[in-house]
């Protein structure tokens, strides 16, 4: 392990992307900062009086005894810039402070008189700091940044190597843009919690989550990992640690042994898995009902190549996979069905709405578990894109016999009325458009495209008696159309809003 780890520590230097600055490291005793008043020169303290736009600058140095540095009880602003160090830095009870810039190495042996467990970064009944621009190294099992009991805290774009992220017990952390190799970052115990933008490669990378709320994992790229888990619990296991109201979305993870991973149907709650992509893995997505937990939008592709019994796209409970009609679920590479028809039971023939005719089915004998996607994409999910919408009329009376709300969409640069599915068009989520005899007269057929200030408009009605249901009193609405767009290539959904008054 400690082989691996340092040949990634190698390669992440040799392909010139260690983030500290090129420096003159001086030598300097342990640093050690008990209250304000011990931001001192003999500290280590180079510049700045302490305030907002002046904080007292810790920098240059190479620390090589214990402990290292080490900030307790503070509230004046500080930044440790440009310092290496073996040992490790802990703030304690410490508030208005930035670690930036420096390199921290756990690697090697620790020397006499050093705890077990100090050559971290270690955080404690801290708020209002940021870690930006480290390069972070350990021996596989350690914790690069470890922080407990803290909020406000901001952890971006730090190379870690062997050496991963803890979050236990705290609340508002953002972990953002960094870099991890052979390293974890484990949400435990916490709640506003984001996880965005991050590489993370090597077999124990990825997220774990356990006993979490308020989570949101975005636009992560996993490679080589075990992706996003829930664990159910830290060793030794003596309860259960269920997570509720995680958001995991935009999200590539890739040739790992898994992709997602529920754990079981007790330890998650409004988990929803959006608009990822998740292929090449041993196991796909794992998920389970639980409550309101809900699997759609995600490209799941080539997990299980092996054809083990083992080794499987999904997982799971059957009524987590798909969005009801029209938003429909997952592209599935392994789904063999047509699409013909359209509809919530698929029966309106011929009327292709770019979801399949059948649901998608996988069971499995060896795991008990049961998957039914009630409508597959056939065609991989791309983001939502945004159209624009004018409405008329756009102020409503009471006294108004106007039968129909019109509204007059100019859909996204690209599209046009051929790529948009009419089975799909909702106002406000729930209210489908109506045949309308006499727009067809005027466009050629039911709902139809006009050209309005030089740009293809898509004009079509909904019932005013079910409209005004969206507006119970006097007052100024914002409605969304909403729709399905399909092309050769991709299934994408988008949306457009504006305003009616209700006089």
């Not at 004046?76 to 440009?82: L, S, Y």
């Not at 971006?156 to 062997?162: P, S, V």
């Not at 063999?336 to 069971?363: F, W």
Request: glycine fraction near 12%.
């Amino acid at each position: 392990m400690l082989i691996l780890v340092s040949l990634i520590i190698v390669s992440l230097f040799a392909g010139g992307v260690a983030p500290a600055r090129a420096f003159d490291f001086q030598p300097h005793a342990p640093i050690v900062i008990d209250g304000n008043s011990g931001f001192t020169q003999e500290n280590g303290v180079t510049g700045g009086s302490g305030t907002v736009s002046d904080p007292y600058d810790i920098e240059g140095w190479n620390i090589g005894l214990f402990p290292g540095i080490e900030i307790r009880n503070t509230d004046a602003h500080f930044v440790i810039r440009d310092v290496r160090t073996n040992i490790g830095v802990v703030l304690s009870n410490v508030t208005n402070g930035r670690v930036s810039s420096g390199v921290f190495d756990n690697r090697l042996e620790c020397p006499r008189g050093c705890p077990h467990g100090i050559l971290v970064i270690k955080i404690d009944h801290s708020s209002s700091l940021s870690f930006t621009e480290n390069a972070i190294f350990g021996n596989g099992d350690d914790e690069g940044i470890s922080l407990a009991d803290s909020s406000s805290v901001e952890i971006k774009g730090n190379r870690f190597a062997g050496a991963g992220v803890l979050i236990d017990t705290s609340s508002a952390v953002e972990v953002k843009q960094n870099w991890f190799a052979f390293a974890q970052l484990v949400v435990e115990s916490s709640r506003a919690i984001e996880v965005s933008n991050n590489d993370m490669k090597g077999y124990v990378a990825g997220v774990n989550i356990l006993g979490s709320f308020n989570v949101t994992i975005s636009w992560n790229n996993v490679n080589d990992g075990l992706g996003i888990v829930f664990s159910g619990c830290k060793d030794p296991c003596l309860q259960y640690l269920p997570s509720s109201r995680v958001n995991i979305q935009g999200n590539n993870i890739s040739n790992g042994s898994l992709g997602i991973d529920f754990g079981s149907p007790v330890l998650t709650s409004f988990v929803t898995v959006t608009d990822n992509y998740v292929y090449n893995n041993s196991f796909g997505i794992v998920a389970f009902d639980g409550e309101g937990n809900a699997v759609y939008h995600n490209n799941i592709v080539n997990n299980g190549v092996t054809g083990s019994p083992f080794y499987l796209q999904a997982i799971g409970s059957e009524d987590v996979w798909d969005n009801g009609y029209p938003g429909g679920g997952n592209f599935w590479s392994d789904y063999s069905g047509k699409d013909k028809c359209s509809g919530p039971r698929q029966e309106v023939c011929p009327s292709p709405d770019g979801i399949g005719d059948r649901p998608y089915m996988l069971t499995s004998a060896a795991f008990g578990s049961h998957v039914k996607d009630r409508y597959p994409l056939m065609k991989p999910f791309a983001p939502s894109v945004a159209g624009s919408v004018r409405l008329e009329p756009g102020s409503i009376t009471p006294q108004d016999d106007v039968e129909n709300l019109t509204a007059f969409v100019r859909l996204p640069k690209g599209y046009n009325a051929s790529n948009l599915i009419l089975s799909s068009i909702r106002l406000n989520g729930t209210i489908a458009a109506v045949v309308d005899s006499t727009l067809g007269e005027q466009q050629g057929h039911q709902h139809g495209q006009q050209r309005e200030h030089g740009a293809a408009v898509f004009v079509v009605k909904f019932n005013m008696t079910q409209v005004r249901v969206l507006m119970p009193k006097p007052g100024t609405y914002t409605l969304r159309i909403s729709g399905n767009l399909l092309t050769n290539t991709n299934f994408r959904p988008f949306e457009a809003a504006a305003s009616v008054r209700l006089i």
